[in-house]
């Protein structure tokens, strides 16, 4: 997968040829309906020999525009560029939403999708939006402007994806299962475990496990508490740990295990659910 910044894609004519399946959005966590959406993708891509490429924001545009409160990613960029590359997206474009960025009505934005790329589909969920609110665009609209910028390019819109609840799955839903510590909803919506990158070295290594620093995570973490978790090391060895989590400090502990200071390189931290104490 290429990775490319949205402003710089002029410098990129290849793409101007290339027949594509477009998807944009937010993706944040990449939860089961932004699988289902970018899975579509590479579908139709695949069958008509076209690429796929996934646009996405630094920051999330609704968070930026205050149509929702700031909370912490739940993926990282590492985290995330694995994902994409492994259900087959083939470029990824990254939009650094600025302020001049956030006045670009909806169609002045399709218009430079259009411009950068040979058009062939897009596949967006039925609740996608874009565009500077008075403009903003829905599939409805979407579709309107697609048929004047791309003539014979598409909108896909498969229909939303739903929790055994019948929740519709969405980033707001697993930030909101997260904080109230249901880690089994959470996954069940990722379709995998939560799971945090661990700096390599964490801020101590004490007689009773690691120590790192709530403040050093990047990522949303869960409420304090005791959960059941699994550590990955960066040589792949697994370890089924406890992670004890308080307002400052993370401490992760591998019962009967004492760790080699010297070898021990941490990766990521997978947490399976929240233990009743
Ligand atoms: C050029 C542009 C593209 C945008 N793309 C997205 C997007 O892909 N996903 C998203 O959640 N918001 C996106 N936004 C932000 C929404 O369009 C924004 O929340 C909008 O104000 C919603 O309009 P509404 O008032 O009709 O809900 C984008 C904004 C702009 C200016
Ligand atoms: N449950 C779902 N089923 C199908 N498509 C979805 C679902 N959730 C999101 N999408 C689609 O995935 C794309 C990316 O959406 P976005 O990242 O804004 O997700 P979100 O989970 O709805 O985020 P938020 O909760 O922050 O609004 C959009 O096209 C959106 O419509």
């Not at 710089?8 to 939860?31: E, K, N, R």
């Not at 069958?47 to 630094?58: K, V």
């Not at 994806?161 to 996954?187: D, F, H, P, Y």
Request: with cysteine; hydrophobic share 40%; charged share 20%.
């Amino acid at each position: 997968m290429i990775r490319y910044d949205f402003m710089h894609l002029a410098a990129h004519p290849v793409l101007w040829q290339t027949p594509m399946c477009v998807s944009i959005g937010v993706f944040d966590g990449l939860h089961v309906g932004h699988m289902q959406i970018l899975n579509r993708a590479v579908t139709l891509a695949r069958e008509n020999g076209w690429s796929t490429m996934a646009i996405t924001f630094n920051k999330n545009p609704k968070m930026a525009v205050k149509a929702q409160p700031y909370h912490s990613r739940l993926t990282t960029e590492a985290q995330s560029t694995e994902i994409f590359t492994k259900l087959g997206i083939d470029h990824l474009v990254v939009i650094d939403f600025s302020s001049d960025f956030s006045k670009l009505t909806a169609e002045e934005f399709l218009a430079f999708i259009c411009s950068f790329c040979t058009l062939k589909a897009m596949v967006v969920g039925e609740d996608f939006r874009c565009g500077a609110p008075v403009s903003s665009a829905g599939p409805v609209q979407l579709q309107e402007h697609l048929s004047r910028l791309a003539p014979g390019a598409f909108l896909e819109v498969p229909p939303f994806v739903r929790t055994a609840n019948g929740e519709i799955a969405s980033s707001t839903l697993v930030r909101q299962k997260l904080l109230e510590g249901a880690l089994e909803e959470v996954q069940s919506m990722l379709g995998r475990p939560y799971s945090l990158d661990l700096a390599p070295y964490p801020s101590k290594f004490t007689e009773h496990g690691l120590l790192y620093r709530t403040g050093s995570f990047i990522q949303l973490l869960p409420p304090a508490g005791k959960y059941e978790a699994t550590m990955v090391l960066s040589d792949g060895q697994q370890c089924k740990v406890s992670m004890y989590l308080n307002e400052s400090e993370m401490r992760i502990v591998c019962s009967g295990k004492v760790w080699d200071h010297s070898k021990v390189r941490a990766k990521c931290l997978s947490i399976a659910k929240r233990s009743v104490t």
